[in-house]
């Protein structure tokens, strides 16, 4: 890769890794739905005007139908179940949970696309559901309250729905425009949580800092990573812009340790690097060696 996709590599999980914050800070005070609202209402404002620049709108249009499901499924109830859990568990802890993404993806696209699996494959998928089965047990220990434990299924609901939209965009969203699919998908989802949203505004307004935690939200983490995003797709390819996601732990966790004072354990990061090692192996990143004929 050259200096300038690193340079997005790293600015895009940075971003993504603060999404965690930003959630942790605004749900308590907005509530799940309004928050999820804001993020893809805001995240819409920004790329449209992007996307009609680029006279996208048409395709836009023609692929309306399969980006509403992308909106719903990739943005609008993972949005939601990740405000939701933010109301419970540390935002590093969710970071680590959300690393799942490609890891549900490699298994439906085995499933669904029938696409092929190998060793390393269900070696990854095997490792990765170890460590998430490990990492909820030691969270529920860690974490105070009863909403640990609906927090953690609620962020690997949200991670397979992830993995499941990327199978899907890929079935069915092949000939669209990559911007085209982002813009859609958070004014879809936008459309979606507008009434619900307005149904559980707050009774009192919250405070600047916390509208300011929805507009980098919704601006920074939301908007503007998904054109980095896409970006990245389009230069380097999917296969390696997907290695975003094992930076974003470190960033969620660094930020959320240093502006919110969360502890990282050291189980937590063994654990972390077990999911990881597995998601790697299930998506291809890493492939276990292959026995030689002398070997053999």
Same mark, same amino acid.
């Given at each position: 890769?050259?200096?300038?996709?690193?340079?997005?590599?790293?600015?895009?999980?940075?971003?993504?890794?603060?999404?965690?914050?930003?959630?942790?800070?605004?749900?308590?005070?907005?509530?799940?739905?309004?928050?999820?609202?804001?993020?893809?209402?805001?995240?819409?404002?920004?790329?449209?005007?992007?996307?009609?620049?680029?006279?996208?709108?048409?395709?836009?249009?023609?692929?309306?139908?399969?980006?509403?499901? @992308?909106?719903? !499924?990739?943005?609008?109830?993972?949005?939601?179940?990740?405000?939701?859990?933010?109301?419970?568990?540390?935002?590093?802890?969710? &970071?680590?949970?959300?690393?799942?993404?490609?890891?549900?993806?490699?298994?439906?696209?085995?499933?669904?696309?029938?696409?092929?699996?190998?060793?390393?494959?269900?070696?990854?998928?095997?490792? #990765?559901?170890?460590?998430? @089965?490990?990492?909820?047990?030691?969270?529920?220990?860690?974490?105070?309250?009863?909403?640990?434990?609906?927090?953690?299924?609620?962020?690997?609901?949200?991670?397979?729905?992830?993995?499941?939209?990327?199978?899907?965009?890929?079935?069915?969203?092949?000939?669209?425009? &990559?911007?085209?699919?982002?813009?859609?998908?958070?004014?879809?989802?936008?459309?979606?949580?507008?009434?619900?949203?307005?149904?559980?505004?707050?009774? &009192?307004?919250?405070?600047?800092?916390?509208?300011?935690?929805?507009?980098?939200?919704?601006?920074?983490? !939301?908007?503007?990573?998904? @054109?980095?995003?896409?970006?990245?797709?389009?230069?380097?390819?999917?296969?390696?812009?997907?290695?975003?996601?094992?930076?974003?732990?470190?960033?969620?966790?660094?930020?959320?340790?240093?502006?919110?004072?969360?502890?990282?354990?050291? #189980?937590?990061?063994?654990?972390?690097?077990?999911?990881?090692?597995?998601?790697?192996?299930?998506?291809?990143?890493?492939?276990?060696?292959?026995? !030689?004929?002398?070997?053999?």
């Amino acid at each position: 890769m050259k200096p300038r996709d690193i340079a997005d590599l790293v600015l895009l999980a940075a971003l993504w890794g603060a999404s965690f914050l930003f959630m942790r800070v605004a749900a308590p005070h907005f509530g799940p739905l309004p928050l999820a609202a804001l993020r893809v209402a805001g995240a819409a404002l920004l790329l449209l005007p992007l996307l009609a620049m680029r006279s996208g709108l048409g395709g836009l249009r023609r692929h309306w139908r399969p980006i509403a499901v @992308v909106g719903l !499924t990739n943005s609008a109830l993972p949005f939601l179940a990740f405000s939701l859990a933010a109301l419970y568990i540390p935002a590093g802890l969710s &970071s680590i949970l959300n690393a799942t993404s490609p890891m549900f993806g490699a298994l439906i696209a085995m499933a669904w696309l029938r696409e092929p699996s190998s060793a390393s494959r269900i070696a990854g998928l095997g490792i #990765g559901f170890i460590g998430v @089965v490990l990492l909820a047990g030691d969270s529920n220990s860690l974490v105070a309250g009863q909403g640990a434990g609906l927090a953690i299924g609620l962020c690997l609901g949200a991670s397979a729905l992830y993995g499941f939209s990327a199978c899907f965009a890929k079935r069915y969203l092949g000939p669209a425009e &990559s911007l085209a699919v982002a813009t859609g998908s958070q004014v879809s989802a936008a459309l979606v949580l507008a009434l619900p949203a307005w149904w559980a505004w707050p009774a &009192s307004n919250p405070a600047p800092r916390q509208w300011l935690a929805v507009l980098a939200l919704a601006l920074f983490c !939301t908007g503007i990573a998904y @054109v980095l995003y896409f970006r990245l797709i389009a230069r380097i390819g999917p296969a390696r812009a997907i290695a975003v996601t094992f930076l974003v732990p470190a960033f969620a966790m660094l930020w959320a340790g240093v502006f919110l004072g969360e502890a990282v354990t050291v #189980g937590m990061l063994a654990l972390c690097a077990l999911i990881l090692l597995g998601t790697s192996l299930a998506t291809g990143v890493l492939v276990l060696p292959r026995r !030689t004929r002398h070997a053999r």
